[in-house]
């Protein structure tokens, strides 16, 4: 088999999406882990795995998935944002909100107001429990 160029690489996180969105969250798991694996590191391929692993109900596994992304590229936004999702689910609501407030200046207002909405929600449904 001959090496992956970079458009086949991206083709293959496309299909991880496009597999993601119609609710097929195993093979979208594969097709991420195996980017992962065909290029370690990639940003975009380690958000896809997160927002699988959220879906399955995995806030720890994205957790730890953006802080290695974070760790290499602190400035990525998307990446940012995933974590502040992680930590909702997680149930980290203090951290959620100290990662809101970060995010305020550099997220478009709706991906702000969505992310904001989820917290409060949590928050919610925290102090009822």
């Not at 996180?13 to 195993?26: S, V």
């Not at 896809?48 to 974070?70: D, F, H, S």
Request: hydrophobic share 45%; glycine share 6%.
């Amino acid at each position: 088999m001959s090496k992956l160029d970079l458009h086949d690489l991206y083709r293959l996180a496309e299909w991880g999406y496009g597999c993601y969105h119609q609710g097929d969250l195993e093979r979208a798991r594969v097709v991420f882990s195996a980017l992962l694996e065909l290029k370690p590191g990639d940003s975009y391929a380690a958000r896809g795995l997160a927002a699988v692993a959220l879906q399955q109900g995995k806030p720890e596994e994205a957790m730890q998935l953006m802080a290695q992304v974070l760790e290499r590229n602190p400035a990525d936004i998307a990446a940012r944002a995933r974590l502040v999702e992680a930590l909702i689910d997680a149930g980290r609501l203090q951290e959620a909100q100290q990662g809101v407030a970060s995010l305020r200046n550099h997220v478009e207002p709706p991906e702000l107001a969505r992310l904001d909405l989820r917290l409060r929600h949590a928050l919610d449904g925290h102090a009822t429990s």
